[in-house]
C-alpha cells in the first residue's frame, strides 16, 4: 500500500507563505489522484486542493487564488503553495491519495474522494 509522508510545515505570520510536501512511497502521480486536507482543532476536516491524473485541478473556494497544487513526478512529492495565509488557517494539514484515473470535478476534495493518509503536519499562523 502506498504510504505518505508529509512536511513543510511550521509557524508563519498572517500574510506570509509556506510550502508543504508530501512524499509517496512509490510512483502514484500518473495513476492517482491526491489531495490536501486541514483539520483545526474543534473543527471537521476539511478539502482544500486535490489535482487529478489527467494533471487538472479543484481548490475550496476560500483558498483560490492564494494556494497551488503541484506534483513533482520525478521526485514522488506532492506540493502545496499557501500564500496570503490567515491565521484562521492554523491546522493540522494532510495529504492524501486513491488509485484510479480521474479529473477535477469542479468542487472542493471530499474526505471520502481518498483512501490513504499521511500523518499529517502542523501549520500554525500567527497574528
Known amino acids: 500500500q502506498v504510504q505518505l509522508a508529509e512536511s513543510g510545515g511550521g509557524s508563519v505570520h498572517a500574510g506570509g507563505s509556506l510550502r508543504l510536501s508530501c512524499a509517496a512511497s512509490g510512483y502514484i502521480y500518473s495513476t492517482h489522484s491526491m489531495g490536501w486536507f486541514r483539520q483545526a482543532p474543534g473543527k471537521e476536516r476539511e478539502g482544500v486542493a486535490a489535482?487529478?491524473?489527467?494533471?487538472?485541478?479543484d481548490y475550496a473556494d476560500s483558498v483560490k487564488g492564494r494556494f497551488t497544487i503541484s506534483a513533482d513526478n520525478a521526485k514522488n512529492t506532492l506540493y502545496l503553495q499557501m500564500n496570503s495565509l490567515k491565521q484562521d488557517e492554523t491546522a493540522m494539514h494532510y495529504c492524501?491519495?486513491?488509485?484510479?484515473?480521474?479529473?477535477?470535478?469542479?468542487?472542493?476534495?471530499?474526505?471520502?474522494?481518498?483512501?490513504?493518509w499521511g500523518q499529517g503536519t502542523q501549520v500554525t499562523v500567527s497574528s
Open positions: 489535482i487529478f491524473t489527467d494533471g487538472t485541478a
Open positions: 492524501a491519495t486513491r488509485e484510479g484515473y480521474s479529473s477535477a470535478r469542479q468542487r472542493a476534495p471530499r474526505i471520502h474522494d481518498f483512501d490513504v
